[in-house]
């Protein structure tokens, strides 16, 4: 079969690392196995074979017999090697055409003439598989059992010269990486050796001659003491004897050396023992000890220099400093004389190892230079670089020593902060890159290498930006932020680039410049950051806010839709309600119409709630700023729900702070309806109880007053552990409340989101058993002025000989009109869509309109668009006023864009449609 199990995305990678290591996929080792396949297609007697190799995505032809030589790459997933490579043994096809899977396959089938296919897998030592060795032929074949075997040993040696191409490699590299290494020694100006237990060199480089004058062939084999001068051998060998008895492995030590011509070199050697041999490195200091000797003459006349000098005698006591010293250190010659300087010139933080060392070093007559934390005579820390120098008698004892002392301290601070900058930007994850002034990079740290894949060696003398840069990337933005730097101007970008694998990644660039002492741009240094997961956390914000907008509007959308669709029928139940209780119904029928109308208004109830809350949710819901009589609004609030409250045997009374003044600015309607939730919910849970209205004046100023609201209730109370959630949508306190009492659990959520827009909180005090209390605090502005309010009771016969055009395509409501405004004495005309209420309009005179906004064809904004545009001051005055199921957010501005005058919610209310009607009627028949 050809189908075999695909690997897992896990071993596949690992095939491909497999494949990789052998580095064969571009040129090369086609010579080698050109007759391996040869060989292959003699044996099969066949005219084409090539070896493939299976890549990610391509198969790659090698060593081709037969086949046009552009054919190079295959794509992989219509190959057979794809699938042959995973066979246990040869996979061989004797006549594709009777294959019935072969037989479709593209690569053989579209006029290629392919017949016969064997496949030897290509699978190196761990099993992983490589690709195959392929023979072709136009005619059908049988290979024979020796030729298949033969096929399959051919096979073996096509990887076997892969596993040797890769084992030269890794050799060619070992053996570089070994010359790197010992070019490393030889050519360097220090004397590198290895020396056995005995001091034999086994190994010099070729600094001997350079510094020594001798050949490397005249050292080898040679005992370093031959080349020692003779009266350093007895110290050396000492201080080295000592050395190794403390179980010391390295040391540091000065000693000369003669050369060729006889003439002595002093060298400073680092010496190491490991193994039975001894590493050693050795640096020409002979013009240093020059300068020490020189430096011992100058001393004596140091007495103007800048830097300190100081003389000890033999005993390391000090008998002379100079001026400079003092200066340096605070310490004068009295503080100092007859004492160790060390001594005095240590603190707390001084490594007294040092001094110690210095000490046995002058004992030993050797001269040193140590940098030492020590301290001043006001104990202020100070850095010092300490040049000794020892004088020697005529018998070869110490006699004098001469240091030369200079302040290092600014030298160390800035020493010390370089390496912390240079620890940091090596070690820190941030990329950091350094560039010259004209922004050609001049190192960068490891994290920068791994950041963008490519190495110091690749990035020098590079624009980082033009390197990394692609068709997306903003090189506007690259161009600007790059002229800011030639101003010496700091800047922060983030940009859009590519890694050296192709990988697209986002990065913000610091970069700051350097400038030199004469002002200068001398350099800059980048922070880089890799910001591409914050980018994709961006984007991935903006198409979830995208989203949710969506979602809300549909939401908003669906909900207006439902608004109308439920609003129409209930139109019809509660319009025909109110006029067959006003029809003079039989006592019989009285409570039946009563419970209709109250059933048909608590659905409405509900509907406004959810509506109510969605316009809060989508912030779609203002606060009206309006003046009105606070105390006339609560009077009002519990006169309509003393009934209800009678009904369940409470008192409802209203407690009232006379200081609040008589008028105040705000919303009357939402304020009304917390209020009425609040105190429903009371009336609701409470049975022969009290319930109170409390409203008190907190506190009074110039422009504003706060005023206290709070609303008690006896009743069944609230759990404590079910007061956190109660103001939560379609909540209840607890599970039966709903089935028990009514209710959708969103008036409280209602009234705590219409107290945030009066920026307030809503606080609660409850008991359970024993009632509770909801109370807030709001923020009213008062009312300047106080305009007298007289509300004119409306008379219906007031309208009589007024003509009337009811819009509206749906006939119930146009019954109900009918029947209400037919009472009334008014004159009413009726249109089913928009098109018949232009022609009506044109043909008659009418004092005012309801437009109803849903129709068929024209709806009600277009048609009294088309109103207002006639020419005319009746065609720009007659009032228009819309009939409305839905609430969208936006039909308010609607309204006053297409000319309306107002607008009445359905289901119709008897008394809102008289107000209307007295509103723009009322002047003219008072007059």
Same mark, same amino acid.
């Given at each position: 079969m050809l189908k075999v199990d695909a690997l897992s995305a896990e071993q596949e990678e690992l095939r491909l690392s497999a494949l990789y290591s052998y580095d064969i996929l571009a040129n090369g080792l086609e010579s080698e196995l050109d007759n391996l396949t040869k060989l292959a297609a003699q044996i099969a007697n066949v005219p084409m074979a090539y070896i493939s190799f299976v890549d990610r995505e391509t198969v790659i032809l090698k060593a +081709?017999?037969?086949?046009?030589?552009?054919?190079? =790459?295959?794509?992989?997933? *219509?190959?057979? /090697?794809?699938?042959?490579?995973?066979?246990?043994? !040869?996979?061989? &096809? #004797?006549?594709?055409?009777a294959?019935?899977? @072969?037989?479709?396959?593209?690569?053989?089938?579209?006029?290629?003439?392919?017949?016969?296919?064997?496949?030897? #897998?290509?699978?190196?030592?761990?099993?992983?598989?490589?690709? /195959?060795?392929?023979?072709?032929d136009r005619e059908p074949r049988v290979l024979s059992a020796h030729q298949i075997e033969a096929l399959a040993t051919l096979a073996v040696q096509v990887v076997a010269q892969l596993a040797l191409k890769r084992k030269n490699s890794q050799l060619e590299a070992q053996t570089k990486r070994f010359d790197e290494f010992v070019d490393i020694f030889t050519v360097s100006p220090e004397i590198h050796c290895i020396l056995d237990r005995n001091g034999d060199v086994l190994f010099i480089n070729n600094a001997v001659t350079s510094m020594l004058q001798y050949e490397v062939n005249e050292v080898i084999g040679k005992s370093m003491w031959d080349y020692c001068y003779h009266e350093d051998v007895e110290k050396t060998v000492y201080v080295i004897e000592k050395g190794l008895k403390n179980k010391d492995k390295q040391f540091s030590i000065d000693f000369r050396l003669v050369d060729k011509r006889g003439d002595i070199r002093w060298l400073s050697w680092g010496m190491v023992a490991k193994d039975n041999?001894?590493?050693?490195?050795?640096?020409?200091?002979?013009?240093?000890?020059?300068?020490?000797?020189?430096?011992?003459?100058?001393?004596?006349?140091?007495?103007?220099? $800048? $830097?300190?000098? !100081?003389?000890?005698?033999?005993?390391?006591?000090?008998?002379?400093? $100079?001026?400079?010293?003092?200066?340096?250190?605070?310490?004068?010659?009295?503080? @100092?004389?007859?004492? #160790?300087?060390?001594?005095?010139?240590?603190?707390?933080?001084? %490594?007294?190892?040092?001094?110690?060392?210095?000490?046995?070093?002058?004992?030993?007559?050797?001269?040193?230079?140590?940098?030492?934390?020590?301290?001043?005579?006001?104990?202020?820390?100070?850095?010092?670089?300490?040049?000794?120098?020892?004088?020697?008698? +005529?018998?070869?004892? &110490?006699?004098?020593?001469?240091?030369?002392?200079? %302040?290092?301290?600014?030298?160390?601070?800035?020493?010390?902060?370089?390496?912390?900058?240079?620890?940091?930007?090596?070690?820190?994850?941030?990329?950091?890159?350094?560039?010259?002034?004209?922004?050609?990079?001049?190192?960068?740290?490891?994290? @920068?290498?791994?950041?963008?894949?490519?190495?110091?060696?690749?990035?020098?003398?590079?624009?980082?930006?033009?390197?990394?840069?692609?068709?997306?990337?903003?090189?506007?933005?690259?161009?600007?932020?790059?002229k800011l730097a030639l101003k010496k101007q700091a800047y922060t970008i983030e940009v859009l680039a590519q890694k050296r694998d192709g990988t697209s990644i986002w990065l913000a660039v610091a970069n700051t410049p350097v400038l030199n002492s004469q002002g200068q741009l001398e350099r800059q240094v980048e922070l880089i950051y890799d910001i591409t997961q914050r980018k994709q956390v961006e984007q991935e914000m903006l198409e979830a806010r995208e989203q949710a907008l969506q979602l809300s509007e549909a939401k908003e959308m669906f909900l207006s839709v439902m608004s109308h669709e439920i609003r129409t029928p209930l139109n019809a139940i509660i319009?025909?309600?109110?006029?067959?209780?006003?029809?003079?119904?039989? #006592?019989?029928?009285? %409570?039946?119409?009563?419970?209709?109308?109250?059933?048909?208004? $608590?659905? @409405?109830?509900?509907?406004?709630?959810?509506?109510?809350? =969605?316009?809060?949710?989508?912030?779609?819901?203002?606060?009206?700023?309006?003046?009105?009589?606070?105390?006339?609004? /609560? !009077?009002?609030?519990?006169?309509?729900?003393?009934v209800n409250a009678g009904k369940k045997g409470n008192v409802l009374i209203l407690i009232y702070d006379d200081q609040v003044p008589e008028q105040i600015l705000g919303d009357k309607t939402r304020l009304y309806q917390i209020l009425i939730n609040l105190l429903g919910n009371a009336i609701k849970f409470t049975d022969k109880g009290r319930i109170e209205l409390s409203v008190k004046l907190k506190r009074n100023v110039a422009q504003e007053v706060e005023i206290y609201f709070e609303v008690r209730d006896n009743g069944i109370g609230i759990p404590k552990d079910k007061q956190s959630y109660i103001f939560e949508t379609f909540t209840q306190a607890r599970t039966d409340i709903s089935r028990k009492y009514g209710g959708t659990g969103l008036g409280l959520a209602i009234t +705590?989101?219409?107290?945030?827009?009066?920026?307030?909180?809503?606080?609660?005090?409850?008991?359970?058993?024993?009632?509770? !209390?909801?109370?807030?605090?709001?923020?009213?502005?008062?009312?300047?002025?106080?305009?007298? &309010?007289?509300?004119?009771?409306?008379?219906?016969?007031?309208?009589?000989?007024?003509?009337?055009? *009811? &819009?509206?395509?749906?006939?119930?409501?146009?019954?109900?009109a009918k029947r209400f405004l037919s009472k009334w004495g008014l004159d009413i005309d009726f249109a089913a869509n928009g098109e018949e209420a232009i022609n009506k309009v044109v043909g008659n005179t009418y004092d005012l309109i309801f437009m109803d906004i849903r129709m068929p064809g024209i709806d009600g904004f277009d048609t009294t668009k088309i109103i207002r545009e006639i020419p005319g001051n009746y065609y720009a005055n007659v009032p228009i006023i819309a009939l409305t199921a839905s609430t969208l957010h936006n039909e308010n501005m609607k309204f006053k864009e297409s000319g309306m005058n107002g607008h009445i919610l359905k289901p119709f209310n008897p008394e809102e449609i008289k107000g209307v009607l007295a509103k723009f009627f009322g002047a003219e028949v008072e007059g």
């Open positions: +081709k017999v037969g086949i046009d030589h552009t054919y190079t =790459t295959l794509p992989r997933k *219509v190959t057979v /090697c794809e699938h042959a490579m995973f066979h246990p043994g !040869v996979f061989v &096809v #004797p006549d594709v055409e294959d019935p899977e @072969l037989a479709s396959n593209s690569m053989l089938s579209q006029g290629k003439g392919i017949r016969f296919y064997a496949g030897a #897998p290509l699978k190196d030592a761990d099993g992983f598989a490589l690709g /195959c060795l392929v023979l072709l041999r001894w590493y050693c490195y050795g640096r020409d200091i002979t013009e240093r000890k020059k300068v020490e000797q020189e430096l011992t003459k100058l001393s004596f006349v140091a007495s103007k220099v $800048n $830097n300190g000098v !100081v003389i000890n005698d033999a005993h390391n006591h000090v008998t002379w400093v $100079n001026e400079a010293f003092t200066k340096i250190t605070g310490f004068t010659l009295n503080d @100092l004389k007859g004492k #160790p300087l060390g001594d005095l010139i240590s603190g707390p933080d001084t %490594d007294w190892s040092l001094i110690e060392n210095a000490r046995g070093l002058t004992q030993q007559k050797q001269s040193f230079t140590v940098d030492l934390l020590a301290y001043r005579k006001d104990k202020k820390p100070i850095w010092l670089s300490i040049y000794n120098t020892v004088v020697l008698d +005529k018998e070869g004892k &110490v006699e004098t020593e001469v240091e030369i002392i200079i %302040d290092i301290t600014e030298k160390k601070k800035a020493e010390e902060e370089l390496q912390i900058l240079s620890l940091v930007a090596s070690k820190t994850n941030t990329g950091v890159s350094i560039t010259n002034a004209k922004g050609e990079i001049t190192w960068v740290n490891e994290a @920068l290498e791994d950041l963008v894949g490519y190495s110091l060696d690749e990035l020098s003398g590079k624009l980082l930006g033009d390197l990394l840069s692609t068709k997306q990337t903003d090189k506007r933005l690259i161009e600007n932020a790059r319009g025909m309600t109110h006029l067959l209780l006003d029809n003079q119904p039989k #006592p019989s029928q009285i %409570d039946d119409l009563n419970i209709l109308k109250f059933s048909g208004e $608590n659905l @409405l109830n509900i509907i406004n709630d959810i509506l109510d809350f =969605t316009k809060i949710e989508t912030g779609n819901l203002h606060l009206e700023t309006i003046p009105f009589d606070l105390h006339t609004l /609560c !009077v009002d609030i519990i006169n309509s729900l003393q +705590k989101k219409l107290l945030k827009l009066y920026r307030s909180e809503i606080e609660i005090e409850s008991t359970e058993g024993k009632g509770t !209390v909801f109370s807030f605090v709001i923020k009213f502005a008062k009312q300047s002025i106080i305009l007298p &309010v007289a509300e004119q009771p409306i008379v219906p016969n007031l309208f009589t000989d007024k003509k009337i055009l *009811v &819009v509206d395509d749906n006939e119930v409501n146009i019954l109900i």
